[in-house]
């Protein structure tokens, strides 16, 4: 019903102006920005995050909306001209293609929602959203805001659920474009499914984790290795699909900058996220914890500890909290996939060795993010 909906709604919505389109969304930013206050409440309680996290993120979606608005109208209201011969005007012109799908994460349960939303409003095209299945809450209250805003309520449908919901919007004969931020795994699932659908292709934008790392070298600042490294490996919990992952260390320093970095995990608070002081909340869930005392285990059994952070008998006892830790590891070709947490693995380099790390990197064959820290041009080069 919901896709019927929305398909119906397509047309009127495409030929709202890109101007009218833009004004909508910015109304959506006014009220994103007025209503702060309850967002961050809804987000930490909903998702774990902390009070300073959650604050980023409502500011994250007040920044999609405004920009895909300003995009709206620079490249939607007018036709592009285009270069051509002397005496022929060639111009293009963009239009939504009909009712998009968007499926988003629950690590970033309002900035990538509304991103993926506003993006394909101000594109003209209708939207159907499944967000995560265990903040369902915060993207109903977004959806609020965009329809109050002025958004038709046949143009945006919000369908909460686990994956048999998203899986049934992507097979739908009806579903002109995907917009999807989530694992590998399940992004592969998508592009097959539309892979075999008859008629047009349908386009896929997916962002998806990685095996992100940061190549540190004996040049480094330590002290600002140290804070860039415990900021990327731990804030939201280690639950960014751009947190740092696997950490190279030059073996120069090796010694010196771990042992800082134990220093620096002592100093983590880790509670509830209600509390301002807390610098780490929980990992979202149970499940999401079990993997990760998994993978521990799995690394007790051949890496070497660094330092694993202390969680009171309450935390472990009253919610799924899960302690930050690093290790020592040899080689990255260790990790098989993605762990979504806050586990750190250290590897060491000698001099001489990096392009055999960066070819290391590239052989995991996905990431998202890459750290450099030199004070040397030619090596960040």
Same mark, same amino acid.
């Given at each position: 019903e919901a896709m019927a909906r929305a398909a119906a709604a397509f047309r009127g919505w495409e030929e709202t102006s890109a101007v009218e389109r833009a004004a909508i969304l910015d %109304?959506?930013?006014?009220?994103?920005?007025?209503?702060l206050p309850e967002l961050v409440a809804l987000i930490v309680r909903e998702g774990g995050r902390t009070q300073g996290d959650a604050v980023s993120e409502v500011r994250e979606a007040i920044d999609f909306c405004r920009y895909y608005a300003a995009q709206a109208r620079e490249k939607f209201a007018e036709p592009i001209l285009l270069p051509g011969p002397t005496g022929e005007r060639n111009t293009l012109s963009l239009h939504g293609r009909g009712v998009f799908v968007c499926i988003s994460p629950w690590n970033f349960p309002l900035a990538i929602f509304v991103g993926q939303v506003a993006a394909a409003l101000a594109a003209g095209n209708t939207v159907v959203a499944k967000p995560a299945e265990q903040t369902p809450l915060i993207a109903a209250l977004a959806v609020?805001?965009?329809?109050?805003?002025?958004?038709?309520? &046949?143009? *945006?449908?919000?369908? @909460? $659920?686990?994956?048999? +919901?998203?899986?049934? *919007?992507?097979? &739908?004969?009806?579903?002109?474009?995907?917009? !999807?931020?989530?694992?590998t795994e399940v992004a592969r699932m998508i592009?097959? #499914?539309?892979? #075999?659908? @008859? $008629? @047009? +292709?349908?386009? *896929? =934008?997916?962002? #998806?984790?990685?095996? /992100?790392?940061?190549i540190v070298d004996s040049s480094a600042l330590s002290e600002q290795v140290v804070r860039d490294v415990v900021a990327s490996a731990f804030n939201s919990a280690g639950q960014r699909c751009s947190a740092l992952r696997v950490l190279f260390l030059q073996e120069d320093i090796a010694d010196k900058v771990s042992m800082m970095l134990c220093g620096a995990m002592q100093t983590l608070r880790i509670g509830n996220p209600t509390d301002i002081r807390t610098d780490v909340g929980p990992v979202i869930d149970d499940d999401a914890r079990y993997m990760l005392e998994r993978h521990s285990r799995k690394l007790d059994s051949f890496a070497a500890p =660094?330092? #694993?952070?202390?969680?009171? &008998?309450?935390?472990?006892? /009253?919610?799924? !909290? !899960?302690?930050? %830790?690093?290790?020592? +590891?040899?080689? =990255?070709? %260790?990790?098989e996939h993605e762990v979504f947490g806050p586990i750190l693995h250290v590897v060491r380099w000698r001099s001489g060795e990096l392009d055999a790390v960066c070819d290391a990197i590239a052989a995991t064959g996905f990431g998202l993010t890459l750290g450099i820290h030199s004070r040397i041009d030619e090596t960040v080069g």
């Open positions: %109304r959506a930013a006014d009220m994103l920005q007025h209503r609020r805001f965009l329809h109050a805003a002025g958004v038709p309520a &046949d143009a *945006l449908a919000l369908l @909460p $659920g686990g994956g048999r +919901i998203g899986a049934a *919007l992507v097979a &739908d004969p009806r579903c002109a474009g995907v917009a !999807f931020t989530g694992s592009a097959q #499914t539309l892979a #075999t659908k @008859p $008629g @047009p +292709i349908v386009p *896929l =934008i997916a962002e #998806t984790g990685g095996q /992100n790392a940061m =660094i330092y #694993t952070c202390v969680l009171d &008998d309450e935390l472990t006892e /009253n919610g799924s !909290f !899960f302690a930050p %830790r690093a290790y020592e +590891i040899d080689d =990255i070709s %260790r990790l």
